[in-house]
């Protein structure tokens, strides 16, 4: 069974950085893409960016595109999300999501419970 942790969530003042994790269990995150998203209340889920099986950092929003930076770390089957220059309207649930390698539409995909991330002075 394929399991997601994220952590590294918090309170950070504008113009802060925090740094997310996402510790896969059940799956090795080498034979998987592994994205983040992000929701704030009353607004729809936002896709901020994936990390390929091999490595390649793809699809960076410009909404956070030079202020977050997506890492993975096979042999601790983590994946990163470090955030800089955080801003208010950063502030949400932020959420990692694996997709399996080799397995066909979402049927592979896995989602973490998620992490609160809030800016403010």
Same mark, same amino acid.
């Given at each position: 069974?394929?399991?997601?942790?994220?952590?590294?969530?918090?309170?950070?003042? %504008?113009?802060?950085?925090? !740094?997310?994790?996402?510790?896969? /269990?059940?799956?090795?995150? /080498?034979?998987?893409?592994?994205?983040? +998203?992000?929701?704030? =209340?009353?607004?729809?889920?936002?896709?901020?960016? $994936?990390?390929?099986? /091999?490595?390649?950092?793809?699809? $960076? %929003?410009?909404?956070?595109? &030079?202020?977050?930076?997506?890492?993975?770390?096979?042999?601790?089957?983590?994946? +990163?999300?470090?955030?800089?220059?955080?801003? =208010?309207?950063?502030?949400?649930? +932020? +959420?990692?999501?694996? !997709?399996?390698?080799?397995?066909?539409?979402?049927?592979?995909?896995?989602? &973490?419970?998620?992490?609160?991330?809030?800016? /403010?002075?």
């Amino acid at each position: 069974q394929v399991h997601l942790a994220e952590s590294g969530g918090g309170w950070v003042q %504008p113009g802060g950085s925090l !740094r997310l994790s996402c510790v896969a /269990s059940g799956w090795p995150i /080498s034979q998987s893409a592994v994205a983040w +998203y992000r929701q704030a =209340p009353e607004k729809a889920r936002e896709y901020i960016g $994936i990390t390929t099986d /091999s490595g390649r950092t793809l699809d $960076i %929003p410009a909404s956070v595109k &030079g202020r977050f930076t997506i890492s993975r770390d096979n042999a601790k089957n983590t994946v +990163y999300l470090q955030m800089d220059s955080l801003t =208010p309207e950063d502030t949400a649930l +932020y +959420y990692c999501n694996l !997709r399996q390698a080799g397995v066909i539409g979402t049927k592979g995909w896995h989602w &973490g419970q998620g992490t609160q991330v809030t800016v /403010s002075s």
